[in-house]
C-alpha cells in the first residue's frame, strides 16, 4: 500500500510544481532583417502582425518556452540540450533536439521583462524562421 501511495506522490508533486508557470499572448510578425536582431522600435513600426504565439515562463523552475512544462512532459521530456538565463531586464531560452545529429527543432526565445519585446528564433534542419514581437500576461488559463 505504502507503494501504491508513493508512486501516486512521484506523478503528482511533480504537476504541483507547474502552478507558478504563467501564460504569454505574443502578437508576432517576421523579423525584418531575418538576422534577429530587431530592437523594440522597430517592431513598433510594423503594423502587420501574423502570429500570435504563446509562450511559457516559469522563472523559479527555470522554464520559458513554446509548450508547457506539463505538454512537455507528457510528451516525453526529451531534449539534447536547453538553457536558461535570467537578468535584471531580460530572460533567455535556449532548447534543441537533435536525432543521429540531425536537427529537429531549436527554439532561442530572448523576453524583455519590462516591455514584454520578444525575439523568437525556431530552427529545424530544413528551415529558420525569426519572429519579434510583444507579450502580455494571459488573462484566462484557456477559453475552451
Not at 42 to 54: C, G, K, M, V
Not at 68 to 93: A, M, R, V, Y
Amino acid at each position: 500500500m505504502n507503494l501504491i501511495i508513493y508512486v501516486a506522490l512521484l506523478f503528482i508533486l511533480p504537476l504541483t510544481a507547474l502552478t507558478n508557470e504563467k501564460i504569454l499572448v505574443c502578437k508576432l510578425n517576421y523579423g525584418i532583417s531575418g538576422e534577429n536582431d530587431e530592437t523594440d522600435i522597430e517592431f513598433r513600426n510594423l503594423s502587420i502582425i501574423d502570429q500570435h504565439q504563446i509562450f511559457y515562463l516559469d522563472i523559479e523552475n527555470q522554464w520559458l518556452s513554446v509548450e508547457s512544462q506539463e505538454d512537455f512532459i507528457e510528451g516525453g521530456g526529451k531534449n539534447s540540450k536547453s538553457n536558461f538565463l535570467k537578468t535584471d531586464s531580460t530572460i533567455f531560452s535556449m532548447s534543441y533536439l537533435e536525432n543521429n545529429g540531425t536537427l529537429i527543432r531549436k527554439n532561442i526565445i530572448e523576453l524583455n521583462r519590462y516591455t514584454g519585446f520578444v525575439k523568437h528564433e525556431f530552427r529545424t534542419s530544413v528551415e529558420t524562421i525569426y519572429r519579434t514581437g510583444t507579450c502580455s500576461l494571459s488573462k484566462n488559463k484557456k477559453l475552451f
